[in-house]
């Protein structure tokens, strides 16, 4: 069993909304990833998606985008980004999704020797008093997660946790979000969230002996990062 990561997919087919008005790295950018994807990936692996799935409003119109990916191999699993505004509760969600897709919201699951849990995370960069509310509620969701994946890990198994904003600012300084990734003794952590030629983003950091990916499509040429 592999499991590889991506994010960002901001899919539309149920609304008009294109991607491609960002850039030509979004020109038939679907095509790309599903190809890769079907090359890579076979029915007992592990995809990893990490928020920002769809544009779609509503859970109804968003599962027409998650029928697409529905069609790829591999087991999905899937964590809110700060434009999936068709997240209903989870409840519905995992009640509407197809088979061999799983949600991670203050849960982990469990595949092989990997225990994967996670949460959206929030912007830490010029922050309000709002900004800051949901920073300590996303910090008090990432640490009930990761309760959650103690109580299912056995002693030799990987925790990797998965986000959708970045856990450290433009400066890859520790922050609230890294004290509790250390204090769990986490592998791996996989975000996406990051866009454009010019954002400020490294691919690949290892940091305090944890792994973390950038997995945003645009970032990662439309491919799959493997992750283990």
Known sequence: MNIYAISDLHLSFSTDKPMDIFGACWDGYWQKICDDWNT?????DVVLIAGDISWAMTLEDALMDIGEIAKLPGKKVIVKGNHDYWWASVSKIRKALPKDFFVIQNNAIKFGDTVICGTRLWNLTNQNQ???????????RLE????SALRVKQEDDKIL???HYPP???TLSDSQYTQVLEKYKVDSVVYGHLH?????AVKYLEKNNIKYYLTSCDQVNNKLVKIY
Do not use: N, P, Q
């Open 144 to 147: 009930m997660s990761l309760d």
């Open 130 to 140: 709002a900004d800051k509310k949901i920073c300590e509620r996303e910090k008090l």
């Open 40 to 44: 890579k990936v076979k029915d007992d």
């Open 161 to 163: 946790v998965m986000c």
């Open 168 to 170: 450290f600012d433009v």
């Open 196 to 200: 454009g030629k010019d954002c400020r």
